[in-house]
């Protein structure tokens, strides 16, 4: 950190030792990017940041970030960043599992004062990209899939994990609601296609730079 500060390498630095893979093939850069794009802690120190400007450790959900602003207009940046997580023990995901199980539980009972929204809103990972409520089966993750395909009717799947051999496993709940067979789109169901599209191009735009292998255990609803 000091030798950052004191005209070290970033790049290079980033190149090495940062855990956001993709942007460290990138030397640490995110590209240019608006208020609204990065998490708020890291946007409240980015943005206040001047040209050539290292800031001290930054703490979000994702990890630690040491960020290097390059270049400044009035509306947006150009900055690198370098992200260091926190190694996840397995007492931690034994206890989001036990979360995730529990939350299943709840629903499988199906009382009247807890919903499935409800408990999406309190426990899903507000960072995590959501899925298109009516997302042709081809479209969504291959772990969605195989849980989809093996059990053919609606409601609650059993719990299921994402990314297991990567720094960041996820317990997934999951419960379909409808399905619809394979054939000719209606023009409402082509509308939506086209709105949900738009949205996700825009959405790739804004994070394509910064993908990240996010490191904290979290629970999909």
Known sequence: MLQLRHGGDFAATAKRFSNDSASAAQDGELGWF????????????????????????????????????????????????????????????????????????????????????SLAKRYADPLEPKLAEDAPLTEMPPEYQKAVAADTTLGLKPVFTEGADTPRIKFIVLEVTARHAAGELSFDDVKLRIRQSLGDQLAIRHFIDQLRRQIYVDIRL
Do not use: Y
């Open 34 to 117: 608006r208020r609204g794009v990065m998490v708020k802690e890291f946007e409240d120190v980015a943005f206040r940041l001047r040209p050539g400007e290292i800031s001290f450790p930054v703490e979000t959900s994702f990890g630690f970030h040491i960020i290097n602003v390059e270049r400044t207009q009035p509306a947006e940046i150009l900055a690198r960043h370098i992200l260091i997580t926190p190694e996840i023990s397995q007492g931690q995901i034994a206890i989001a599992r036990r979360l995730a199980d529990s939350l299943h539980g709840v629903l499988a009972r199906g009382s009247p004062q807890v919903s499935f929204d």
